[in-house]
Structures are given as structure tokens and as C-alpha cells.
């Protein structure tokens, strides 16, 4: 199947660029069409290639490729936000199970703003429910899990984030181990600059492979069973 997706450009780091110093309803309806030529339409290029992909890592995750379901929206809800900026300076792909919200998924992400991209695998925000799941199915597998996170296909591209407890909860293991296991949430991050890569479609082929790095990451932290995806 021939790619969707063809690059982002320079013009859609100026569109967030501008968006980022006059955020107001005249701007963006002023700039409406580069928006989705330069923004919109690439994100949702990249989705309709990716979908077949996640769909496979997980078949309830949601991938339709429009606006609320794998694409976020550039709207801000702002009613119980200080800030009343109507739009987002960013936008992202998001790869989660519809009956998780928000702050409660874990799932797959990619994002673009006016400086960078990134993308990864895990939790948006702290949710203990969640983080105690991961915590059981990491200690569950604790040879496997080891054997994925210190492969070099995903040491040489990943980064670890989320907040640590102050205190352990798990105090004796595999180093790596404890290091996933004692924090608040977990996400697997790849983080560049926007720069010529990502305004060509190897950007895409980049993001799909390293999802696929992920995948089998992804599928033990949910307790799921293995599976293996092909290159």
C-alpha cells in the first residue's frame, strides 16, 4: 500500500509559531486553511497509515484518523483552565482504548509542535489504578520485560519519563525493574527536532518502526499475550 503520509513542511512550524504569539479566534480563522493543509491533513495522513499497525498491537484501540477519535482536537476546554488560550500550540495523534479516558490510558502518541516531534508509549498523567496494573504485569514477566527494555532497538531510541515516588514501593530487583516499577506513571519517549526529517516521509517510517519496537513493551504492561509483528 502506497504511504499516505508525505512530510510535514516549514509551514507548519510557522503556523504554530503564530499561533503561539496571537492566540485568538482572528488568527487561526485568518489561518484556518494553512491549518489544515499544513497541520490536519499530514496528522491525518500519518493516522491512515498507522492504523493497520496499532490495530494490530491492539484491536481496541481507537484509530479512525478524524478529529476526537485518534487525532486531538486544536480547541482547548478551557472552563476549569486559568489560561483561556483558545487553541493548543501542539497537536498529536493518540493511539488509547476508548473506554480509558485521558488520564487514565495507556496507549501510544505522536506529536508536533513548532520546534520538535515526539512519540511514544505509555501514560498521560498519573493514574494509580493503572500504574498498579502495569506494576503486577512488569513483576509477572520480570525476565521478558527485561530482555525489551534493555535491547539496544530500544535503549538507542527510548527515554523513560514520569514522575518517581518519593518513597519505593518496590525496594529489591533488577535495577531497570525498580526503575519502571516505583514511579507515578511510565512513558516510553523519542524526542528530535522538526527539522528536514520530519518534512520528508521517512518521518512516517520512523515513527511506524519504532511502534513496533514498542509494541510487545506495550502488550506486557497490559498483560497481554505476545505477538510478533514483522518489519
Known amino acids: ?21 496571537n492566540n485568538n479566534k482572528a488568527f487561526f480563522h485568518s489561518h484556518k486553511a ?26 481496541e484501540l481507537e484509530t479512525r484518523p478524524v478529529q476526537g477519535k485518534a487525532l486531538a482536537r486544536l480547541h ?7 489560561d483561556k488560550a483558545p487553541y493548543r500550540n501542539h ?3 493518540v493511539y488509547r482504548r476508548p473506554c480509558e479516558g485521558n488520564t487514565q490510558c495507556l496507549g501510544f502518541y505522536f506529536d508536533i509542535s513548532a ?6 508509549m505509555g501514560m498521560y498523567a498519573p493514574y494509580r489504578m493503572r500504574m498498579d496494573e502495569i506494576r503486577r504485569n512488569i513483576l509477572a514477566k520480570p525476565g521478558d520485560f527485561s530482555a525489551l527494555v534493555r ?7 527510548f527515554v523513560l519519563e514520569g514522575e518517581a515516588y518519593k518513597r519505593p514501593v518496590v525496594n529489591t530487583g533488577d535495577p531497570v525493574l525498580l526503575d519502571w516499577c516505583n514511579r507515578k506513571c511510565v512513558a516510553a519517549v523519542h ?3 522538526l527539522d528536514s526529517l520530519a518534512f520528508s516521509p521517512k518521518l512516517g517510517c520512523m515513527v511506524e518502526a519504532d511502534f513496533k519496537v514498542l509494541a510487545p ?3 506486557l504492561l497490559r498483560g497481554m499475550s505476545p505477538i510478533c509483528i514483522k518489519n
Open 1 to 21: 500500500m502506497e504511504q499516505a503520509f508525505k512530510g510535514f513542511t516549514p509551514q507548519t512550524a510557522e503556523f504554530f509559531l503564530g499561533l503561539s504569539m
Open 34 to 59: 494553512g491549518f489544515q493543509q499544513f497541520v490536519q491533513e499530514p496528522l491525518m495522513a500519518l493516522a491512515r497509515d498507522l492504523e493497520p499497525l496499532m490495530l494490530s498491537i491492539d484491536p
Open 76 to 82: 482547548r476546554d478551557t472552563r476549569f483552565s486559568k
Open 91 to 93: 497537536l498529536w495523534l
Open 115 to 120: 520546534f520538535d516531534v515526539s512519540w511514544g
Open 151 to 157: 535491547h539496544s532497538s530500544f535503549t538507542g531510541r
Open 191 to 193: 524526542e528530535q527536532p
Open 217 to 219: 513493551v506495550y502488550r
